[in-house]
Structures are given as C-alpha cells and as structure tokens.
C-alpha cells in the first residue's frame, strides 16, 4: 500500500514564487491535514479537510490555500512565497472521529525560500 | 488555547538504559492522547490512550495516560540506538475534525 504520498519531497523557491505541494492517499480517508514542522516547535496544523468539498483553517493559515475536490487528494498552495514559510510540510489523513483514528503522515516535503 | 507540553525537550543516554518521557496537555474537551515516534521522515504512530490508568504496550516501549493529572508518560525500556527519534504526543479534543495539537516532541539519542 502507498499510504500518503507526498511531492516533491525537496524544493528551492525564491521569494515571491508560487507553488503547490501534492498529497495523496489510497486509503479512502475522509479526514486530511497539512502540518508544518520547524525544529523544536513539533507540528502546526496549517488547514485541514474532512471530506470532499469541505476545508478549513489550522493555527497557521496565513500564505496558505488548499482545496479537496475529490477524496485522494489535498494539495496545498503557497501564494507569494516568504522566508518564514521554510519549513518540512506533512500532510496525513485518517479515516474517521467516531471511533477515534491515529492520523497517518506522508514523508514530507522539506521547502526552502531564499 | 489548547496546548501540549512535552518534557525533556532532548535526552542523552546510553544503551540498555530505561527512559521516561512526559506530555502535559491542556485540551478543551479531552478525547485522547497520541504518541508518535519521528525518525528521518514521517511520523509514526505508536500508541493513543482515551481512558486514564490502562497501560498501552509494545515490546519495551509503554504509555499510560493520568487524566487528573491531564498528563501521559512513555517509557522505553533497555533503549537500542534504534530508539534514537523525536518523540512527538499530540492531544485531541472531541471536535468532529480530528485535529490533534502537539508538543514540541522529546529528542531522543541513544549512545552504543
């Protein structure tokens, strides 16, 4: 099973730019969720989806969009790229609340902004 | 605001040691506790507790969760230097979304 997979796994970007990371499950979650990760600050949750249609903002959505127009997929955009927005992305997803789930996590995407 | 506080931020030991790492956490509706472990990449996930004093195992690694104290701890016994990783707990509330807030997670060497 691929579980969640995310691309690229590494990215350069210059201030300014813009860019989308991808994240896919195979697992049919309807849950999924974008964290990033600074050292020593564990992880944020940036936005997050619990289904098709539906997204909603984390503790840190600022520069930040998604979409989730169908259940495997969740891709989150950088508008306008900043120094502060370095960072490794995880996307993870699970499949329900009721009973509760651990999220499972994707490898990353390690993202710097020069 | 929700938070999760995890202490040692970093810990230095030597093989065959036991270690015990710890989680505070101040989550509006409490619904459970989760314990990920973070080597190179992805986080994976290790145990998540919901009812107080019920001990979770696997092999050498433990977690049992205090909810009058609104703390968990994780113990490792006999470490291997494969335990070397971040250790990441992360509390959840009972919001339909399944958002979980995390600590700053426990670095962990462990020294042949």
């Known amino acids: 099973n691929a579980g969640v997979t995310q691309t690229p796994k590494f990215r350069i970007l210059k201030i300014g730019q813009s860019m989308t990371l991808q994240c896919t499950q195979d697992?049919?979650?309807?849950?999924m969720y974008w964290y990033r990760q600074d050292p020593g600050m564990g992880l944020k949750l940036i936005y997050y989806?619990?289904?098709?249609?539906?997204?909603d903002k984390g503790e840190v959505p600022n520069g930040y969009n998604v979409s989730r127009s169908t259940t495997e997929d969740f891709p989150l955009r950088l508008e306008l790229a900043a120094p502060s927005q370095t960072s490794v992305y995880f996307c993870?997803?699970?499949?329900?609340?009721?009973?509760?789930?651990?999220?499972?996590f994707g490898d990353g995407t390690r993202l710097s902004i020069l | 605001e929700d938070k999760v506080v995890q202490s040692p931020l970093s810990l230095v030991v030597h093989e065959g040691d036991t270690v015990t790492l710890n989680c505070s956490y101040e989550?509006?509706?409490?619904?459970?506790l989760l314990w990920y472990k973070q080597e190179k990449k992805a986080p994976t996930f290790l145990f998540m507790l919901?009812?107080?004093?019920i001990e979770k195992k696997s092999g050498r690694l433990s977690s049992i969760l205090d909810k009058k104290e609104l703390s968990s701890i994780l113990n490792i016994t006999a470490t291997q230097t494969g335990d070397s990783a971040i250790y990441l707990c992360?509390?959840?509330?009972?919001?339909?979304?399944?958002?979980?807030?995390f600590g700053q997670g426990t670095t962990l060497q462990v020294k042949p």
């Open positions: 993870a997803s699970s499949y329900s609340t009721i009973p509760d789930q651990p999220q499972h």
């Open positions: 697992m049919n979650h309807n849950y």
């Open positions: 989806s619990v289904g098709a249609g539906i997204t």
């Open positions: 989550v509006t509706n409490f619904r459970s």
């Open positions: 919901t009812s107080s004093g």
């Open positions: 992360a509390g959840r509330g009972s919001s339909n979304t399944g958002k979980l807030i």
